[in-house]
């Protein structure tokens, strides 16, 4: 069998960008994502490019070269389903908000869903790829729904987790530093790995393809994550020790970056992580850990997550106490609100906690981000729940552009690294604001010596 048609269940953050590039690698593949949300797929499916979904440097553009070619994006799952001899699972796997496991494992009904669905709708073999991070042996609950289809159908499982950053996805995809395959060590497991080697090697050299077997690419993705994220807690940790003994955080992490056992890349100390996977995934790690009685091992990891929320508040206390103990009736200006620079997302964005902590203390907010509107802003923090959502538009505003976010404001603080902070007229928001005017600089992105020399407060993260 050579694959010739793939679908991918989930339109997503990942489902999207990762079909779109195989799509364009492999013209001779019919690839089709299918979502049940229908909004999604219309949007994917806008006549013009820059409008679909997703922000990503050069999605668009590979979207545009393949879609109606051999990428399609429909609502029809069954159909896709039932046409494709491989089917990508890459439906949100969000932490549990109910029941056992609560706040911590990986909540799996989309994923059984999804297990069901392909097994009703099957009528030929069919290889089903993991793409979703999933807690370790999920592809043991899949197979045993699939294998209990009643129609005789024959399914591989593999695991492939998705390494991709957002705001680097097309990069990341173009050049991985790895592709993952993890697949049963039976000649039908071994033959379905190399049904998906064979469609990455289209575009990635054979030495970067590494297979093993299903538990352990599960627990690699899981593993990957949970150091990346440590790396930030660690050296955020190491921020508040510098901020207290006159250390700088950027000359550490510069110091110890150049150790080429320590390596230099994710050692910027920041307002703490966010986006989809850190906590989602650590906190699954932890519940792994615990439910096989690990509670060491659990507890070293939790406090990866404690550090990061320990950052968060530490942030937005720092602005309340500068301010000389109050924010109320003041406005503050936000230069950011997605997770990291380069993408819409906003999930789990340091800037929502830290809005929520400033609202609580009756602060205005004007938020200015170059891909965030105002609706995201509201739904995200009318989410948390802690004030009703007629006061959050009441007091959250965003604005058109940096200028206009702060203008009378009493301080600004920067909670995205988007590169055009840099470059703004920094005199010219100097004069609209009230004096004296603060920037808290949560991201270390703006040149302190500038700043204070216009005659703004500067503190910045670690310094
Ligand atoms: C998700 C997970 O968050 C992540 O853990 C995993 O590694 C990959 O999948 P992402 O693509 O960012 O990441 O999620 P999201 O943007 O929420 O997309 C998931 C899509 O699946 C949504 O569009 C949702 O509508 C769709 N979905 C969900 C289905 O089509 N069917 C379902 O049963 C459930
Ligand atoms: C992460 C992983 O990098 C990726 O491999 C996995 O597939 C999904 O999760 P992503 O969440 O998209 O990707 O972005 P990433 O670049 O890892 O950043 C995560 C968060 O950490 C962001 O909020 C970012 O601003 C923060 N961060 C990162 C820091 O605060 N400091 C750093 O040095 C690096």
Same mark, same amino acid.
């Given at each position: 069998?050579?694959?010739?048609?793939?679908?991918?269940?989930?339109?997503?953050?990942?489902?999207?960008?990762?079909?779109?590039?195989?799509?364009?690698?492999?013209?001779?593949?019919?690839?089709?994502?299918?979502?049940?949300?229908?909004?999604?797929?219309?949007?994917?499916?806008?006549?013009?490019?820059?409008?679909?979904?997703?922000?990503?440097?050069?999605?668009?553009?590979?979207?545009?070269?393949?879609?109606?070619?051999?990428?399609?994006?429909?609502?029809?799952?069954?159909?896709?389903?039932?046409?494709?001899?491989?089917?990508?699972?890459?439906?949100?796997?969000?932490?549990?908000?109910?029941?056992?496991?609560?706040?911590?494992?990986?909540?799996?009904?989309?994923?059984?869903?999804?297990?069901?669905?392909?097994?009703?709708?099957?009528?030929?073999?069919?290889?089903?790829?993991?793409?979703?991070?999933?807690?370790?042996?999920?592809?043991?609950?899949?197979?045993?729904?699939?294998?209990?289809?009643?129609?005789?159908?024959?399914?591989?499982?593999?695991?492939?987790?998705?390494?991709?950053?957002?705001?680097?996805?097309?990069?990341?995809?173009?050049?991985?530093?790895?592709?993952?395959?993890? =697949?049963?060590?039976? $000649?039908?497991? *071994?033959?379905? +790995?190399?049904? &998906? @080697?064979? #469609?990455?090697?289209?575009?990635?050299? %054979?030495?970067?393809?590494?297979?093993?077997?299903?538990?352990?690419?599960?627990?690699?993705?899981?593993?990957?994550?949970?150091?990346?994220?440590?790396?930030?807690?660690?050296?955020?940790?190491?921020?508040?020790?510098?901020?207290?003994?006159?250390?700088?955080?950027?000359?550490?992490?510069?110091?110890?970056?150049?150790?080429?056992?320590?390596?230099?890349?994710?050692?910027?100390?920041?307002? =703490?992580?966010?986006? $989809?996977?850190? *906590?989602?995934? +650590?906190?699954? &790690? @932890?519940? #792994?850990?615990?439910?096989?009685?690990? %509670?060491?091992?659990?507890?070293?990891?939790?406090?990866?997550?404690?550090?990061?929320?320990?950052?968060?508040?530490?942030?937005?206390?720092?602005?309340?106490?500068?301010?000389?103990?109050?924010?109320?009736?003041?406005?503050?200006?936000?230069?950011?609100?997605?997770?990291?620079?380069?993408?819409?997302?906003?999930?789990?964005?340091?800037?929502?906690?830290?809005?929520?902590?400033?609202?609580?203390?009756?602060?205005?907010?004007?938020?200015?981000?170059?891909?965030?509107? &105002?609706?995201? #802003?509201?739904?995200?923090?009318?989410?948390?729940?802690?004030?009703?959502?007629?006061?959050?538009?009441?007091?959250?505003?965003?604005?058109?552009?940096?200028?206009?976010?702060?203008?009378?404001?009493?301080?600004?603080?920067?909670?995205?690294?988007?590169?055009?902070?840099?470059?703004?007229?920094?005199?010219?928001?100097?004069?609209?604001?009230?004096?004296?005017?603060?920037?808290?600089?949560?991201?270390?992105?703006?040149?302190?010596?500038?700043?204070?020399?216009?005659?703004?407060?500067?503190?910045?993260?670690?310094?």
């Amino acid at each position: 069998m050579k694959v010739k048609n793939i679908c991918c269940i989930g339109a997503g953050y990942v489902g999207g960008p990762t079909m779109a590039v195989i799509a364009q690698k492999c013209p001779q593949i019919k690839v089709t994502v299918v979502d049940l949300n229908e909004n999604r797929i219309a949007a994917w499916n806008h006549l013009d490019v820059n409008k679909i979904p997703i922000y990503e440097p050069n999605l668009s553009e590979i979207v545009a070269e393949a879609r109606g070619r051999n990428l399609f994006f429909s609502t029809e799952v069954e159909k896709a389903i039932e046409e494709a001899e491989m089917i990508f699972i890459s439906v949100n796997t969000p932490t549990k908000t109910y029941g056992v496991g609560k706040g911590m494992a990986a909540d799996l009904k989309y994923i059984e869903l999804c297990a069901r669905q392909i097994a009703r709708v099957a009528k030929n073999d069919k290889i089903v790829v993991e793409k979703s991070t999933l807690p370790v042996r999920t592809a043991r609950a899949i197979k045993d729904i699939l294998d209990n289809n009643g129609n005789g159908v024959q399914f591989q499982i593999l695991s492939n987790p998705e390494f991709l950053a957002e705001g680097t996805a097309i990069q990341d995809l173009i050049s991985p530093d790895r592709v993952l395959i993890g =697949g049963d060590s039976t $000649s039908e497991g *071994q033959n379905a +790995i190399q049904q &998906l @080697v064979a #469609i990455y090697a289209n575009w990635v050299p %054979n030495d970067k393809i590494l297979t093993t077997n299903v538990w352990s690419s599960e627990l690699s993705k899981l593993t990957a994550n949970a150091f990346l994220a440590q790396r930030v807690s660690s050296i955020n940790a190491m921020s508040e020790l510098c901020e207290k003994t006159g250390a700088d955080v950027k000359e550490v992490a510069k110091a110890i970056g150049l150790d080429s056992r320590i390596g230099p890349k994710f050692l910027n100390a920041s307002v =703490g992580f966010g986006g $989809s996977c850190f *906590q989602k995934d +650590i906190l699954n &790690l @932890v519940y #792994i850990a615990k439910s096989y009685g690990l %509670n060491q091992v659990a507890e070293y990891w939790e406090q990866v997550v404690i550090m990061n929320d320990h950052q968060k508040h530490r942030f937005s206390k720092n602005i309340i106490k500068t301010l000389y103990d109050t924010v109320s009736g003041k406005k503050i200006a936000f230069l950011g609100w997605a997770f990291k620079k380069d993408t819409n997302d906003t999930r789990e964005s340091a800037a929502i906690y830290v809005a929520d902590d400033l609202l609580c203390e009756q602060a205005i907010i004007s938020v200015f981000d170059p891909k965030v509107g &105002l609706e995201q #802003i509201q739904f995200d923090l009318n989410y948390l729940e802690t004030r009703t959502e007629s006061k959050n538009i009441e007091a959250v505003e965003l604005a058109n552009n940096p200028y206009e976010a702060c203008n009378n404001a009493h301080a600004i603080a920067v909670l995205t690294e988007w590169d055009e902070f840099k470059t703004y007229d920094w005199q010219k928001i100097y004069d609209s604001m009230l004096k004296p005017a603060f920037v808290f600089d949560g991201r270390n992105l703006l040149e302190r010596e500038v700043l204070e020399k216009i005659g703004f407060v500067y503190q910045a993260i670690g310094s």
